[in-house]
């Protein structure tokens, strides 16, 4: 039964993949660089504070290190699909703005291919970018009229990633991730009058990326005595210098503000209206992405209790992605969870074969605006419901969380996440003697 049920929605997944893989985001500092860059895992990591360079479960597909794809068992086929929804405040010292989306998150499989060599395929987003500023200033010839200035941004890069992970002793694995990094992102800076006989000027970037990269991971696990156990773990990211075309072009266009609609609505609805000043492309535009190095640890009661952490870093400062490196600097990144099971082979009590998680992260973001370096803090929590099997089971995430200050003029942001996933596990390696 779970063998057709992974069947109808693999292949559901499959003929809606790019859909899948797109997210939306309403975030002002994702203008810069390529925008909130996704780190977190799927649900049981982001659950327990975005643990994952040492995570190791058998039940559970850990791409963010693929070395802990060979805790999975020998005999055993994992399906994973997920999605998303975040709800933002956000606020300067003068106004405030609301924002909420539903999105899909991700879609994986795991499975063995020998007894020492495992493998794991999946499509997730990578980066998303997506912001409306408006400023507004005076116009000296005339000092009832405002000259206004919009900057918009929108899309974003997805993953598609192929992890190949290796016993290469008792407790020790090796993991590879080859990594197709793909997308486009469109940005638009336009600036008008506020009268409606005026005209806008639109400035239209449309940037599309794609790059090989990789991920090396190590795990070294073992236990203390037969109750508890320790996992260490390493992991590595290559710089990435992307193979990038941006397309430009001057546009004069009506005074769209009056429509009450965006630009990408307006250039698409009306482009009879449209008249293109100027356009050109640039092959070879810069944009790149730093290596990035993490550390992690979990220790714990085995079927019980894992706690652990995790430390990431990357230097931005030498960087420069979308031709802008004035902003950039150190990213550190400190992460903290734990899962407790009360009683995982319960057989009475359905609540005690529930996990329970939670945890805690803190990011200095690469980002460093009007003297201010970029925090992103939160909490989470979760819980994993066991189905049909004890290791099949849904998964549910929730993270509340702060980014900015409203000092120096920035702005503040207040989210809540949640996540929902569907982990299907099922033994498909056995030869049966009974047909």
């Known amino acids: ?35 909130d860059i996704d780190r977190n895992g799927f649900n049981n990591s982001k659950a327990m504070g975005g643990l994952s360079t040492g995570l190791r479960a058998n039940n559970q597909i850990n791409y963010m290190n693929p070395a802990a794809i060979s805790a999975q068992d020998t005999m055993s086929f994992i399906f994973d699909v997920g999605v998303q929804g975040i709800f933002k405040d956000m606020k300067s010292t003068s106004s405030t703005a609301n924002f909420d989306d539903f999105s899909f998150d991700h879609i994986a499989i795991s499975f063995p291919i020998k007894r020492w060599w495992f493998a794991s395929l999946g499509i997730t987003p990578y980066s998303k970018i997506g912001y409306n500023i408006q400023q507004t200033g005076d116009y ?37 991730n080859i990594n197709y990094l793909f997308g486009s992102i469109e940005q638009y800076n336009q600036a008008y009058l506020d009268r409606p006989d005026s005209y806008a000027t639109v400035v239209a970037d449309n940037i599309s990326v794609k790059k090989l990269t990789y991920d090396f991971g190590l795990q070294y696990y073992n236990e203390f005595s037969d109750k508890y156990f320790y996992v260490v773990g390493l992991s590595y990211s290559n710089k990435i210098n992307f193979n990038s075309k941006k397309e430009s072009a001057v546009l004069m266009t009506e005074n769209f503000s009056l429509y009450n609609i965006n630009v990408i609505d307006y250039l698409a609805s009306y482009s009879s209206k449209i008249d293109t000043i100027s356009s050109s492309s640039t092959n070879n535009y810069k944009v790149e992405v730093p290596a990035r190095y993490s550390i992690g640890f979990t220790t714990g009661i085995k079927n019980k209790l894992i706690i652990g952490f995790d430390y990431s870093y990357q230097d931005w400062k030498n960087i420069k992605s979308l031709n802008v490196n004035d902003n950039f600097g150190t990213d550190q990144s400190f992460n903290f969870g734990f899962e407790y099971t009360p009683g995982k082979f319960s057989l009475r009590d359905y609540y005690k074969r529930i996990n329970y998680r939670a945890g805690a992260y803190l990011n200095n973001t690469y980002l460093k605006l009007n003297g201010e370096q970029i925090k992103n803090y939160g909490i989470t929590f979760g819980l994993g419901f066991p189905l049909s099997n004890q290791r099949t089971s849904l998964n549910v995430s929730y993270s509340y969380g702060k980014r900015g200050t409203t000092a120096n003029g920035l702005i503040e942001e207040n989210y809540q996440t949640f996540g929902i996933n569907i982990t299907l596990y099922d033994f498909w390696f056995i030869k049966r003697k009974f047909q």
């Open 1 to 35: 039964m779970i063998k057709r049920y992974l069947l109808i929605i693999g292949i559901i997944a499959l003929t809606n993949i790019y859909s899948f893989s797109q997210s939306i985001t309403n975030s002002p500092y994702s203008r810069f660089g390529i925008g």
């Open 140 to 176: 000296e010839p005339i000092d009832t009229v405002n000259l206004h200035y919009d900057y918009y941004g929108n899309g974003g890069i997805n993953q598609l990633y192929l992890s190949n992970s290796f016993v290469l002793f008792k407790n020790l694995s090796l993991g590879i």
